[in-house]
Nanobody
Framework: QVRLVESGGGSVQPGGSLRLSCAAS????????MGWFRQAPGTEREGVAA???????SYVTSVKGRFTISRDSAKNTLYLTMNSLKPEDTAMYFC???????????????????WGQGTQVTVSS
């Protein structure tokens, strides 16, 4: 059974940084495609960053140059490093994993089969 557990969220001032972690069990982070999504109140969940099986990454335009997706195979953990945070980055952040048959990255919700419970990120002065 696949289980994804996010951590690392919190409150930070604009311009600050956070690193989110997603610990996986029943799923191999280093050899599959995964992503980070976020959802603010009253909005649809959007793809923020994704990584393919081969390690290629994709980002939504609004976070390019500020967010970095990475993974540690030894710890079986996916990360999202967020720098230069803005108030509009405030949201619940979710880790997601694709079925192992799919190797490419994707920022589409419907392409993901497994989801974590989320971790809250609040950017405010």
């Amino acid at each position: 059974q696949v289980r994804l557990v996010e951590s690392g969220g919190g409150s930070v001032q604009p311009g600050g940084s956070l690193r989110l972690s997603c610990a996986a069990s029943g799923y191999t982070v280093g050899s599959n495609s995964m992503g980070w999504f976020r959802q603010a109140p009253g909005t649809e969940r959007e793809g923020v960053a994704a990584v393919s099986r081969d390690g290629y990454a994709s980002y939504v335009t609004s976070v390019k140059g500020r967010f970095t997706i990475s993974r540690d195979s030894a710890k079986n953990t996916l990360y999202l490093t967020m720098n230069s945070l803005k108030p509009e980055d405030t949201a619940m952040y979710f880790c997601a994993a694709r079925h192992p048959r799919w190797w490419s990255f994707s920022l589409a919700n419907s392409d993901y089969h497994y989801w974590g419970q989320g971790t809250q990120v609040t950017v405010s002065s």
